[in-house]
């Protein structure tokens, strides 16, 4: 269950299907430095991104789930055209299992909303950046098998994204039923956020929004995601 201090209320005045965007983000004491300095820029370029961007200011949703020694909400669920700045500091350990959680939960109580509102929604995302592994073993366990779970049920899509050398990469990759984790090409995270802005402007084009989760796994519909080489490496 989340609180209000996590979410702002579905706006029940715009009547467009929605696509929810958990952003989960490692600020823990390795990201200090260029990499906390360039998320700090990605995500503002981010923002502005998305108000620049009509159908995705109004259908994309995001929240943003900053971990470290414990996962807590840094930006509060809401459309992307209110989007407030904010400043990532770095510190602690890597609590990514209590993160997933976190995201989860928040993304489960949208739907009721969406579903209480009548509005359709699209299948939501969850984004993790992590420069290592995680540190809260028997919690990331079990988050990893509910994650597994959800995506099974097709009621969310994963991406996990790795950063520099230290990044545990098969760990991320277990995250993601679809994919291997991803890594992204130096600290550029300005480039990874204009093809998340890109993406969730083509989400929010296509026909794949339903009033449940059954609902939109049964869309046979593929949509066509921007090119990752502007921010991926091999």
Known sequence: MSDVYEVVP???????????CALLVDVSGSMSGEPIRELNEGYSNFRDYLRDDELAASRAEVVVVAFDS????AVPLQEG?????HTFTAGGSTSMGAA???????????????????????RPWIIVFSDGGPTDGSVFEQAVARLT????SKGVTVFPIGIGSGADMNTLSRLSTQRG?????????SAFFEWLSASMSAVSA???SGSSDADIAAMTEQVQLPDISGWATT
């Open 10 to 20: 579905l706006n029940t005045d715009n009547p467009d299907p929605r696509v929810a």
């Open 100 to 122: 997933i959680n976190k995201g989860l939960d928040l993304i489960d109580a949208r739907k009721k909303e969406y579903k209480a509102g009548g509005v359709e929604y699209y």
């Open 149 to 152: 779970d959800v995506q099974n």
């Open 206 to 208: 296509s026909q794949t």
């Open 81 to 85: 055209r209110t989007l407030p700045p």
């Open 181 to 189: 984790a991803i890594k992204l090409a130096g600290v550029n995270f």
């Open 70 to 73: 414990s996962a807590h909400v």
